[in-house]
């Protein structure tokens, strides 16, 4: 049944809350002030006709929007755009009793992301690829991505013409394409082990599509050039499928915040370090460790670091922090620590910290629930929380990251 809702404000995925006698009503793609006519389902509710629009309402920049499960928020207009993304890291840490001041959003976009993941799955006689739909396991066929950095137009035919190779295999494939400075670098997960004729036939395709690199499930197939990204003074060649910031806009920023937050710090830890982006700058001015769990992050970062000229010495280890903490002895040699977490956080480090006597400590996060309760257990351990300063990587996602700024009392 049709029913007649009052827009009130944005929840944290971007959907429109409506307050109704019987609790919220959560209306994907719907604004604060705008009266709509919605199909109620519990809280949930289908927007069917906007009444009267809000000023804030623009029009969407891809055809797809709506459709798509990639975008929550081209919609909206900038200005409520940035107050939406900047709330949810307030909103997030006042909900944890964690006080700071919290800088406007940083806008991180540039020239788009430098990283996607197409799905692929077999229908019929043929291999469909595309995006996950919105709220539902079917796949949108995409031709082109205006999020995307122009290194990766021609990314969906290159999944779909690698898609179609591994279509012997009825499993589910995700097809991830990175731009490099010197091409495409393709990673395929979900097939099993590549036998020869497979591996033959993605090497030649490999040569067709002009891929610096592919690899299935990390394991490579053919390199044909290193896939190099600039990081400071060093060009590094990221392990196959590893971790990558997903616009090179956005690890400047976060790379300039570290380094601006440390301008007098001799030895740094920089753990959750993945393939250095920190440690390449932050090498510059001061000593680098670098500890990350990923082995093949870790040897690239090594050979990028032994390629280099003009730093100071980058040491490196291979360690679980959720397991294997760096322990206070081991902090206490640092004048500041660079984390930089998986969505989890670092509970444990965050711990270790607080019991240390490290003077600073730079907290990068991409889940702003967890740095609330790695913030809490810091501030109960006698560091302040000078800043917190949200970053927008993911534009029209509802995906937030921020860096937050923690020092011990009398230290710097
Ligand atoms: C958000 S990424 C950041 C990587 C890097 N700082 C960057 O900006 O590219 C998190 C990193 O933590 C690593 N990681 C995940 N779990 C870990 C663990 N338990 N111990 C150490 N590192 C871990 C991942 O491999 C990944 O490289």
């Given amino acids: 049944m049709n029913e007649t809702l009052l827009i009130d404000h944005l929840g944290q995925k971007g959907d429109g809350v409506a307050k109704t006698a019987n609790g919220p009503v959560f209306v994907p793609y719907a604004l604060p002030g705008e009266t709509v006519r919605v199909v109620r389902d519990g809280d ?28 929550a928020a081209q919609h909206m207009d900038e200005g409520l755009y940035k107050a939406w993304k900047r709330q949810q890291v307030v909103t997030t840490l006042e909900r944890a009793g964690v006080a700071a ?11 788009g992301r430098r990283r996607v993941t197409f799905h692929a799955r077999r229908e019929g006689i043929g291999m469909m690829v595309g995006f996950m739909a919105a709220r539902s396991h079917d796949l949108v066929a995409v031709e082109a991505c205006p999020v995307l950095a122009p290194g990766l137009a021609r990314a969906p035919a290159v999944a779909q013409l690698l898609a179609n190779r ?20 393709v990673d395929i997960r979900g097939h099993g082990p590549a036998g020869d004729k497979l591996r033959l036939s993605l090497t030649e395709a490999a040569e067709r599509l002009d891929l610096a690199r592919l690899s299935m499930h990390g394991e490579i197939i053919v390199e044909r050039r290193s896939p ?72 690239a970062l090594t050979r990028a670091a032994g390629a280099t000229q003009g730093l100071k010495r980058i040491t490196s280890e291979t360690r679980d922090l959720f397991r294997r903490p760096l322990l206070e002895h ?69 995906h937030i990251e921020l860096v937050g700024l923690f020092r011990r009392a009398g230290k710097r």
Wanted: glycine fraction near 10%; charge should be neutral; aromatic fraction near 6%.
């Fill in 44 to 71: 949930r509710g289908q927007l069917v006709e906007i009444i009267a629009p809000a000023a804030s309402r623009i029009a969407a920049i891809c055809p797809l929007f709506t459709r798509c499960g990639g975008c």
């Fill in 101 to 111: 001041p919290v800088a406007d959003l940083v806008d991180a976009h540039g020239a």
């Fill in 166 to 185: 591994l279509g012997g295999s009825n499993k589910p494939l995700d097809l991830q394409v990175t731009a490099s400075d010197t091409g495409l670098d």
């Fill in 228 to 299: 190099l990204q600039k990081m400071g003074k060093a060009m590094v060649a990221p392990a196959p499928g590893g971790f990558l910031q997903a616009t090179t806009l956005g690890e400047g920023t976060i790379s300039a915040l570290v380094v601006s937050a440390l301008p007098k710090a001799k030895r740094v830890a920089d753990l959750f370090a993945g393939c250095g982006p920190f440690s390449f700058r932050l090498a510059e001015k001061a000593q680098v460790h670098a500890v990350e769990s990923e082995k093949a992050a870790i040897l």
């Fill in 330 to 398: 081991e902090l206490n040699a640092f004048d500041a620590v660079v984390l930089d977490p998986p969505r989890a956080g670092a509970e444990a480090q965050a711990r270790r910290l607080a019991a240390s006597k490290v003077a600073s400590v730079v907290y990068v996060s991409c889940d702003v629930g967890s740095f609330a309760r790695d913030a809490a257990i810091l501030i109960a351990g006698g560091y302040a929380l000078e800043g917190v300063t949200p970053i927008d990587q993911f534009r029209y996602s509802a």
